[in-house]
């Protein structure tokens, strides 16, 4: 099983940002794939993930609005688009995996299988 978030990078606030969340080794519709970040100094965090079996999406309430989760079907990709960032959305942006079948989750404790992570810095 891998995974493997990229597409980070530096935006100004306001701005827009896509990452993708690469994944091999497992089927999507029998797993949930969540998005985390980690700040500087924080501790990692979830706050969205996708439910491979009926493509339903769920968000926090601090990204509510402003992200959104998508997927290729044809390529296995989850795809996390940033928009109206803030400057308290930096961070190392993780997408991991969780062995479910129906539901997803962004608990840092229910994750299976972690993948390498992107940097995001919101900056003007």
């Known amino acids: 099983v891998q995974l493997q978030a990229y597409g980070g990078g530096l935006v100004q606030p306001g701005g827009s940002l896509r990452l993708s969340c690469t994944t091999s080794?497992?089927?999507?519709?029998?797993?949930?794939t969540g998005w985390f970040r980690q700040a500087p100094g924080k501790e990692r965090e979830g706050f969205s993930c996708?439910?491979?079996?009926?493509?339903?999406?769920y968000y926090a309430d601090s990204v509510k609005g402003r992200f959104t989760v998508s997927r290729d079907n044809t390529k296995d990709i989850v795809y996390l688009q940033m928009d109206n960032v803030k400057p308290e959305d930096t961070g190392i942006y993780y997408c991991?995996?969780?062995?479910?079948?129906?539901?997803?989750?962004?608990?840092?404790?229910?994750?299976?299988?972690w993948g390498k992570g992107t940097q995001v810095t919101v900056s003007s």
């Open positions: 991991a995996m969780a062995v479910v079948i129906g539901g997803c989750t962004w608990s840092v404790g229910g994750v299976d299988y």
């Open positions: 080794g497992f089927t999507l519709e029998r797993s949930g």
């Open positions: 996708f439910s491979g079996s009926d493509n339903a999406t």
